[in-house]
Structures are given as structure tokens and as C-alpha cells.
């Protein structure tokens, strides 16, 4: 058996509604992930039940850039101040109204924001990924369109199917 | 009300098996507030993906903690065996519940021996040590690791364990059990342990459910949120599974979870190993993880729940990397029970919660 999980989009507007809705619910907030993606940074909260199980539901917030400002949930949920002091301090997001506030000193880093620094090695790589995957997807369009005029062909003349894949008609055939 | 003064409390101390700060304001002997403070052994393990492909991660998802190693590991290779729709055989499934139950023993009596030396109670310590020692000596013989055991893989395990190795394991336990029994004996009814823990540090239900606390600390308040009841991997094969929960929500009734689950513990390894049919342990994983493909996990850990989530980005290497760990969870629930008690119970209420600063900071 793996985690029942389900994944929503929510805008920054919707942070705080959201951490009231889902501990009224009888939620609790489990974690706050940051995680740089090509369009910006994108935050995950996830919600768990207090008592039974009925999976995990992460609310992410798309496309927020370094710096950009986020409401702090510590008031509905003060376990979660960690991950927003972590947010800050690696990943430049500005999180608002924190009860526990380390400003910037959570974590002794050498430089400002270091989770947001890709290296050009990872950029490579998933440049040269994103090609292949193109590469395939082209293939495989190719593929399909090569094959759609022979399945037609081959529906349209009968005599030309190999044995064994039409055997409805061939039974036809048989019965008549 | 006396005059506040503010004590500076790690982040090396004698107490602190590991690196935290905490800012005591007190008055009169009394905290009236503790600010804890963590950042001095970040390593920035989750940054590492970028550098390792997510076959070799598993050897750096396992140096997160010493403590936890094999369970670190073991949430590692779950959440992306989850990504890539690989099932596991049976056989490995069922070392790595036993496996990681007997870790959980380790860290339980690592955690009882440093508990006991705090109290000044040498013999003790120096006797759940020793039994601790025949735990490392399962995993030499198993693994041929004491603290890293590299034997989890993407897919299963490294290798296979073999009958002969695992009947001594079975053998090892067992009397494991029958002396640890004797030492917990001595421990919960020991009259100067309970002057130090009862009714110290107090957690009620309410507030440790509000403070989002998990594991033993959470569950010596009666909060029921132990993992293994859901199922999760291997831990669907285990015949009957009861959380063990206390209400005082002292130091004592952590202690007396923490000294319970040993033998739940031992009791789970026997059933795995005794239920154990031969078969392969492990399949082959190739490829890379689908772009945008995610999946989040969740494992009981020694010290509570631990949540794992990645992403792929159609590489070998994944896009992000997350571990949520439970001393992160708990340090809330840390600073809460600090509040309002003697200077002289600090170290008592940070031992019982036994933070995992290493598992924090990654």
C-alpha cells in the first residue's frame, strides 16, 4: 500500500483560508516544501488528519520569485516555523507575520537563497532530457502517422490481413 | 517575581548528544520562555540530488543520521519506487520492516543508555549499551555495517540474508528480549527515576495534537499518529499492529513508551522473520524518473513520522529531494513543555523528546 495523496493548485491570496479550512477539517499542516522549478518557485503545503487517514493533500502555490512575500501559518500551525524560517533562508521567499522569526539567521549559510542557485550541469541536463523527450514524442507521432494510412489500407482490403487478425470477418467469411 | 536573566543552554553541553542552542529566560529557577536555535551542521543533503543520480542518493539519504540511517534509506527508496511503479518482492519487503524494526530498537536504547547516564544511574547505562552492542552485531552479521548498512536499493535490497544468518538473528533477539525486560524492570520502578519524571514537563492531549507533535512524544500524550497503523510498505504484512500510548504526557510516560515499544519492536522483527519465504529481493530499476512525475511518503521513524516527497524532471537526477523528519516537528512541542519548568528539569524534558538535530538540519 503507498500514501493516498492528491495535489491542488491555490494562489498566495488562498495560504491563509486554506490553513483555517483544513484544521477545521481536523488537518494539520505535515510540512512546507519549497522547490525551484523552471517557472519560478513553486511552495507545497501538505495537510495530514489528526486522527484516522485519509491521505495526504498538498495545496502548492506556482511561480513565486525570490522575494516575493507569503503569510505565515504559524498562527493555525506554530510546528510549521522551521520550514518557514527554511523558506526564507534558502530560498529567498519572504514569509509574513512569523510568530518565531529567526530573520535570516535559522541556518549559518555562506550565501543569500542557495536553493534557488541552479548549476549549469543540472541545466544541461535537463535541456539535453527535454530534447530527447521531444526527440520521442516526434518519433512516435511519426510512427502513428505512418501507421493510420495502412490501418486504412488494411480495412479497406481484407486479402492483404495477415492470419489470426480479423477473425470475426474470417468466420464470417466461413459461415457464408 | 525575580530579576530574568537569560542562560545560554548548548549547543555543547553535556546532556546534548547533539547540536542545539536553546535561550533560557528564567526567573527564580523558573523558564519563562526557551528559544531554540539549530543551523550549526547544515549540510545541505537535498541540494546533493543535483550531483548524485537517483540510484546513488540512497547512499546519501542513509548518512542524513547515524541513528536513523537504515530508515532514512528505507523512506528514500519507497518514495521513489513509488514514482516508478515498482513493486517490491515480498522477501525484501519483510527484511526491511524487520530491519528497520530493529534500528528502531537501537535508537530506543541508545536514547534509554543517555537517559540513564544523565540520571547519574551509571550501572544502567553501561548494561543498555551493552545489550545495544548485540543489536550492532545483528546488523554486522546481516549487512556487515554497525551504523550505515547499505543494503537498501531502489528496487529491494543489495543483497539477500540467509537462513542460517537469520535463525541466529531470531536466537539473538530473543534473549535480547528476556534481559532487556529485566533492565526495564528495574528502570520504570525505579523510585529516583520517577522523582525526576513524574509529572514533569507535562503535554496534554490538546496541546500536543495543536502542536502538531509526533512519535513517542506525541503518543505518550495520547495522540495516536504512529504510521506503521496505516500500512504503508511492508507494514500491511504485520498480523496485528497496536500503538503503544500513554496519558500521563510527562517525562515518565515517554520513557515508558519509548521502553514498551523495545519489546513491540523485538516482538515485530520475530513475526517478520518467521514469516519470511524464500524468493528474490530485489527488481531491476532503469531509466529515468518521468518529467513532473512526484510522490510523497510517510514512515515511522525512532523518533515519530518523517515525510518524504520528490520530484522528477525526466533525468537520472530529481528535481527536489524533501525530508520533513520528526525532531523538526517536535521542536514546538519542545519548547512548550520548557515552559514554566525548573532550570534543573531542562535536561530531563529535552532527553525524554530526544531531538535528532543531524535529521533536522540535513
Given at each position: 500500500m503507498t500514501v493516498k495523496q492528491n495535489y491542488h493548485s491555490i494562489d498566495v491570496s488562498q495560504i491563509l483560508t486554506t490553513a483555517q479550512k483544513e484544521k477545521d477539517e481536523g488537518r494539520r499542516c505535515i510540512q512546507i516544501c519549497c522547490t525551484t522549478t523552471d517557472d519560478g518557485i513553486d511552495?507545497?503545503?501538505?495537510?495530514?488528519?489528526?486522527?484516522?487517514?485519509?491521505?495526504?493533500?498538498?495545496?502548492?502555490?506556482?511561480?513565486?520569485?525570490?522575494?516575493d512575500e507569503i503569510p505565515s501559518i504559524q498562527e493555525f500551525f506554530p510546528s510549521q516555523f522551521p520550514f518557514e524560517n527554511e523558506a526564507h533562508d534558502l530560498f529567498g521567499i519572504n514569509v509574513t507575520n512569523m510568530k518565531l522569526d529567526f530573520e535570516g539567521n535559522f541556518y549559518k549559510l555562506g550565501e543569500d537563497a542557495p536553493m534557488t542557485v541552479i548549476s549549469t550541469e543540472q541545466l544541461k541536463r535537463k535541456e539535453r532530457a527535454k530534447k530527447i523527450a521531444a526527440a520521442m514524442k516526434a518519433k512516435q507521432q511519426k510512427q502513428n502517422a505512418q501507421q493510420s494510412p495502412v490501418a486504412k489500407k488494411e480495412t479497406s482490403s481484407p486479402t492483404q490481413q495477415s492470419p489470426g487478425t480479423n477473425n470475426k470477418s474470417s468466420s464470417e467469411k466461413k459461415g457464408e | 517575581m525575580g530579576k530574568r536573566s537569560v542562560i545560554p543552554f548548548g549547543p555543547q553541553h553535556p546532556v546534548l548528544p547533539e547540536p542545539v542552542h536553546l535561550d533560557l529566560a528564567v526567573e527564580d529557577e523558573k523558564v519563562v520562555k526557551a528559544i531554540p536555535q539549530i543551523g550549526f551542521i547544515h549540510r545541505g543533503l537535498e541540494k546533493l540530488t543535483e550531483t548524485h543520480d537517483y540510484q546513488n542518493y540512497v547512499y546519501v539519504a542513509e548518512r542524513i543520521c547515524g541513528i536513523c540511517s537504515f530508515g532514512h534509506s528505507l523512506g528514500y527508496c519507497e518514495t521513489i519506487e513509488q514514482m516508478m511503479d515498482v513493486d517490491v518482492p515480498m522477501r525484501a519487503q519483510k527484511i526491511r520492516v524487520m530491519l528497520h524494526e530493529i534500528s528502531r530498537i537501537q535508537s530506543h536504547l541508545l536514547w534509554?543508555?543517555?537517559t540513564a547516564d544523565a540520571f547519574g544511574f551509571e550501572s544502567l547505562f553501561m548494561h543498555v549499551w551493552r545489550l545495544r552492542e548485540n543489536v550492532l552485531d545483528i546488523f554486522e552479521m546481516t549487512t556487515g555495517g554497525r551504523v550505515i548498512l547499505s543494503i537498501n536499493k531502489v528496487g529491494g535490497l543489495v543483497r539477500d540474508i540467509s537462513d542460517d544468518v537469520l535463525s541466529q538473528v531470531e536466537s539473538k533477539l530473543v534473549s535480547l528480549k528476556d534481559e532487556y525486560q529485566q533492565i526495564e524492570k528495574t528502570f520504570l520502578s525505579n523510585s529516583s527515576v520517577k522523582s525526576r519524571t513524574v509529572g514533569v514537563g507535562v503535554i496534554s492531549h490538546d496541546q500536543a495534537e495543536n502542536l502538531g507533535m509526533v512519535g513517542p512524544f506525541a503518543r505518550a500524550s495520547h495522540v495516536n499518529?504512529?504510521?506503521?497503523?496505516?500500512?504503508?510498505?511492508?507494514?500491511?504484512?504485520?498480523?496485528?499492529?497496536?500503538?503503544?500510548?500513554?496519558?500521563?504526557g510527562d517525562c515518565y510516560g515517554r520513557i515508558r513508551v519509548r521502553c514498551k515499544e523495545v519489546v513491540q519492536s523485538i516482538d515485530i522483527a520475530l513475526e517478520m522473520i518467521r514469516s519470511l519465504s524464500s524468493g528474490s529481493v530485489s527488481v531491476d530499476v532503469k531509466g529515468p524518473i518521468p518529467d513532473g512525475a512526484q510522490a510523497v511518503n510517510l514512515l515511522e521513524q525512532p523518533?515519530?513520522?518523517?515525510?518524504?516527497?520528490?520530484?522528477?524532471?525526466?533525468?537520472?537526477?530529481?528535481?527536489?529531494?524533501?525530508?520533513?523528519?520528526?525532531?523538526?516537528?517536535?521542536?514546538?512541542?519542545?519548547?512548550?513543555?520548557?515552559?514554566?519548568?525548573?532550570?534543573?528539569?531542562?535536561?530531563?524534558?529535552?532527553?525524554?523528546?530526544?531531538?535528532?538535530?543531524?535529521?533536522?538540519?540535513?
Open positions: 511552495v507545497m503545503y501538505s495537510y495530514r488528519d489528526f486522527n484516522g487517514f485519509s491521505g495526504v493533500e498538498n495545496f502548492v502555490v506556482h511561480g513565486l520569485s525570490k522575494g | 534509554l543508555g543517555l499518529n504512529d504510521v506503521r497503523c496505516l500500512g504503508i510498505g511492508g507494514y500491511r504484512l504485520l498480523s496485528d499492529f497496536v500503538p503503544i500510548l500513554d496519558t500521563t523518533r515519530g513520522e518523517c515525510f518524504y516527497y520528490s520530484l522528477g524532471n525526466g533525468t537520472q537526477y530529481l528535481e527536489r529531494m524533501r525530508m520533513r523528519t520528526p525532531s523538526s516537528e517536535n521542536l514546538a512541542g519542545m519548547v512548550a513543555a520548557l515552559q514554566g519548568c525548573d532550570l534543573a528539569d531542562v535536561n530531563m524534558i529535552i532527553l525524554t523528546i530526544d531531538p535528532c538535530i543531524s535529521c533536522t538540519e540535513r
